[in-house]
C-alpha cells in the first residue's frame, strides 16, 4: 500500500501511509488510540475506501470495492470487536455468507466445523450457540473462520486483547502455523512484548502518518514506545517511577464498601469483599474466573441472589444499579459496545447521561450546562472528537472508553468500579488512566480495578483479590503484590 | 454545529418533498394558496391540509416516542383511536345534557381508557418482551369490535352544537379548531420535552437497553411510559376524529391510520429499530402525507386508485432516504469537488514545470 489517504468529515484519519507485507511474514502495525491502525486496515480489506494512494497486490494494482472483494481476494480478516453473529451456532457462523449454493448441507457443515475446530485445539461444539462461548473462544472461532478460507493475507486486529496467557500462545503457534504456510499476517497489538514476540517486522503510525518501518530484532523496545507517543522517553521513565510509587492506602481507613456473602445469578460463588476510603484493590485470575461477575454483582448489574451489603457502614440493598449510583457507587463496565456506549447519542449525551438520571427524570440540565460538562471533560481527559455533538461510535476505541470514564467522573462517586478500563487501548493513554486511578485514591475515592494485564494491577493496586472457578482463592498485599505470587495462589488455590 | 446538520438533513427530505408537491400543485393551478373567508373562518388547501392531517400528526407523535424506546411499532392506533372515541360518544350521549362540562368529563375519561390501552400494549412490549408489532396486533384484531360493544349500536351520532363547533369551527375563532387543537398538543408536548429526560432516556433505552439500565435507567419503565403517552395520543386523535365526523362509525374511524403514522415516522428520517428521534421530522413527514394524499386527489386520480400512486410515491421517496443513496450522493459531491480541487491544481502544475505544452493546458481548462 502507499500514500494511503483516507479523511472522515472533520478528521484526517491516514496521510500518506504505506505499508508492506511480505509473503509468510508477521508483519506488527503499532501505534496509539487514533493513530489509523483501524482505518488503515478497513481500507486494506475493502470496508473503505481510499481518498488518495494504491494498493498494490504481488505487484499488481488492485482496488477493492467491497469487503467481499477483498476476500476474494485471500484477505481474511478478524477484527478487535467480533463481528460474527451471537445468535447462530458456531458451524453457521463458520460458514455464514461463504456458500455459493442455495442449499446447504447442514451435516458436512458440522463435520468440517468440528475438524477445523479440533484441529486448531478450540473448545467449542458445532452446535452450540456463538453467544455461549467465552469472548476468547468466540475471538478463535472468527480466526478459524478466516484461517479456513484459504486467506493469503490474514489481518488480525487486536486479537489478543480478550485472550489470557495460554490463549494467546495457542494463537501464537497458529500464526507460526500459517507463516510457514506462507501466509502474510498484519498483526494489530498493544501488547509490546507479544508484538516483539511474534513479529518480523514492526510498522508504526501516529495520528495518521507513517512513522517508519523497522526490523523487531533491530529496534529496542524504548525506542518503539517513543516513535508511537511521539514523545521523548520522558513518559516512559514516568511509567518506571510510577512502578515504585506505593500507592497511598491505609488499611486504617474507614470501610466504604462491605459485603457478605454476595451472590448473583450471573454464578459467582458467594463472596466477602470489602474496600476502604481510598482504597485501590483489584480482582485478578484468569479470563471467566468470575473477576468480572464479582464486580458485577457489587453494582446489582447482573441479578443479586443473596448476601448483606453495607455502604460506610450502614445497611442498605442494592437490587438494580440505580440503587448503587445513589449511594455513589460508579461502574466502568467491561464491555465497552455492549453495556457502556450509547452507540448513536452524542458524546455530550454520552458524558451527561450518569449524572443527569442521578438528578432525576424531571430535572433536565440546560444544553448549556449540559455543554459545559462535555466540554470540562473532553478536555481534562484530552478526548479526540470532532465535536461534543458527534455520535461516540465514531470515536476511536479510547477515546469511547474516555467518555464513559468522564461520566462516572462527572459523578464524583465515592466507589468507582473500573472493569477493564485499558483494554484495546494504546501505552500512553493507559499510563494516563493509571495516574487518574492514583489520584482519585489520593483525593479519597475508593477504586476497584481489574486489568486482564497483572503487571497494571500490580501497579495501581494495594490489594489483590486473586479468583479461580468463580470464587476468591486468596488475597495478597504489601510485599506479596508480585506475579509469581499471583501464578502461585492461582495455581495453588481451589483445588 | 454537526447536530444541526444531521438534523438539517433529517428534515430536509420530507421538506422537499413536501416542496416538490406543493409546485406540483401550482403547476396545477395557481390559486393553490389562495385562502377563502367563509362564515369568518378560513378555508382553502392549506388550511385543508392541516385541519385533515391533525389526527395523523397527533398519532405519529406517540408513534416516534414509542419506536424510540421499543425498537417497534404500535400498530394498533388507530383501533385504540375507535375504542377511546367510543367510550368519550358513550359518556357525552348517557351525560343527558351536552355540555363544556360533560365534553370535557368524557375526553378525560377516554384519555384514561387511552391510558389504560397503552398499559396493556406496554406490558406485553416491556415486560413480557413481546414483539410490538405482534403484541399491538391483538388488540388491532380485537379492538372495532371492542369498540362496537362499547357503542351498543351501529354509528350512534353526536350531531350538536358543541361538539360540531369542536369538529369544525367556533364562532368569532377565524381558524378551524382540529388545528388549534394539534397546535395545542404540539406545543404542550415540546413542553413535555423541554422539562424532562423523556427524550434522553427514550433513545438510551431504544439505541442500548443493557447500558441504559447499568446508568439507572429503568427500561421497562420507560417503554411502559412512552406506551402511554401514545394511549393519550390516541384519545386526543379519536376525540378530533369523532367531534369532526359527528358520529361514530367503530368500523371505519381512522381506518389505516396506523400504517400513515408508521410512514409518516419513517419520512421524518426516524430509524424503526429505535434510538434517536426527531419528533420535528415526524410532524413534517405526517403533514406530507396529507399533502400527498390531496395531490393525487387533486390530480383527479380515481379515488380507489390512489393507494396504488401513492405507493409508488413511497418507494421512490424510501429509497432516496436510504443509506445506500445518502452515502453515493455524499460520494458524488465529493468528487465534484474534488474534480473541480484538481483541476486548479493541475493548472498550477502545469505552469510550473510543463509550460507550453498546449494539450495539458486544454485539459485543464475543459475540466474547470
Known sequence: MQGIC?????????????????????????????????????????VYGKDAGQILVEGKAIHFRSPQDAQDFGVGTVYQEITLCPNLTVAENMFIGRGRYA????????????RLLDSLGIPARPTQA??????????????????????????????????????????????????????????????????????????????????????ASSLPQFELISKMMG????????????????????????PVFEATGLSSAAGVRPFDFTIRKGEVNGFTGLLGSGRSESVRAIYAADKV???????????????????????????????????????????????ILALQVLKGFFKPFSRKQAEGFADEYIKRLNIKTASINTPIKSLSGGNQQKVILARWLLTHPEYLILDEPTRGIDVGTKVEIQKLVLKLAEDGVSVTFISSEIEEMLRTCSRLIVMKDRAIVGELTGENLTESDVMHVIAGGGE | MAKMKARGFQVFLPLSVLAILIFINLIKGADYFSISIIHGALYGNIPNILFGASELVILSIGMTLVTSSSGGQDISVGVAAAITSSVFVRILLSAGGITWMTILVAFLASCVVGIVIGTFNGALVAVFKVQPMVATL?????????????????????????????????????????????????????????????????????NNQKAARLNGINPVRIKFLTYMILGVCTAVAGFIAVTKAGRHDSVNLLKFVEMDAILAVAIGGNALGGGKFSISGSII?????????????????????????????????????????????????????????????IQTAVGIDAAGLPKSDISAKREE
Open chain 1, 130 to 215: 456463538l453467544s455461549s462461548c467465552s469472548l476468547a473462544v468466540q475471538q478463535m472461532i472468527a480466526i478459524a473462520r478466516a484461517v479456513d478460507m484459504d486467506c493469503k493475507i490474514l489481518i488480525l486486529d487486536e486479537p489478543t486483547s480478550s485472550l489470557d496467557e495460554d490463549e494467546v500462545q495457542k494463537l501464537f503457534s497458529l500464526m507460526r502455523e500459517l507463516k510457514s504456510r506462507g501466509v502474510g499476517i498484519v498483526f494489530v497489538t498493544h501488547f509490546l512484548d507479544q508484538a516483539y514476540e511474534i513479529s518480523d517486522r514492526i510498522t508504526v503510525l501516529r495520528n495518521g502518518e507513517f512513522i517508519g518501518e523497522y526490523d
Open chain 1, 103 to 114: 442449499f446447504v448441507n447442514w451435516r458436512r457443515m458440522k463435520e468440517e466445523t468440528t
Open chain 2, 138 to 206: 391483538i388488540l388491532y384484531t380485537a379492538g372495532r369490535s371492542i369498540a362496537f360493544l362499547i357503542d351498543g349500536r351501529l354509528s350512534p351520532v353526536i350531531a350538536n352544537g358543541l361538539t360540531s363547533q369542536i369538529g369544525s369551527v367556533i364562532p368569532g375563532i377565524p381558524i378551524q379548531t382540529p388545528i388549534i387543537l394539534t397546535a395545542v398538543f404540539i406545543v404542550l408536548f415540546a413542553v413535555l420535552l423541554k422539562t424532562t429526560n423523556l427524550k434522553l432516556y427514550s433513545q438510551a433505552v431504544g
Open chain 1, 231 to 254: 514523545k521523548a522517553l520522558d513518559d516512559v521513565s514516568q511509567m518506571k517511577k510510577m512502578k515504585k510509587h506505593e500507592p497511598s492506602a491505609q488499611d486504617s481507613g474507614e
Open chain 1, 305 to 351: 441472589t443473596g448476601g448483606e451489603i453495607k455502604v460506610n457502614g450502614k445497611k442498605v440493598k442494592i437490587g438494580e444499579p440505580i440503587h448503587a449510583m445513589k449511594l455513589g457507587i460508579g461502574y466502568l463496565p467491561e464491555d465497552r459496545k455492549g453495556d457502556g456506549i450509547i452507540a448513536d447519542l452524542s458524546v455530550r449525551d454520552n458524558i
Open chain 2, 285 to 345: 413527514g405526517a403533514y406530507t402525507i396529507e399533502v400527498l394524499n390531496r395531490t393525487l386527489l387533486r390530480l383527479e386520480v380515481d379515488p380507489e386508485a390512489i393507494k396504488a400512486f401513492k405507493a409508488v410515491f413511497i418507494i421512490i421517496l424510501m429509497v432516496l432516504a436510504s443509506p445506500v443513496v445518502r452515502e453515493s450522493a455524499a460520494k458524488g459531491t465529493r468528487w465534484v469537488r474534488s474534480r473541480l480541487g484538481g483541476a486548479v491544481q
Open chain 1, 6 to 46: 483516507k479523511s472522515f468529515p472533520g478528521v484526517r484519519a491516514l496521510h500518506n501511509v504505506s505499508f508492506t507485507l511480505r509473503k509468510g511474514e508477521v508483519h506488527a502495525l503499532m501505534g496509539e488510540n487514533g493513530a489509523g491502525k483501524s482505518t488503515l486496515i478497513k481500507v486494506m480489506t475493502g
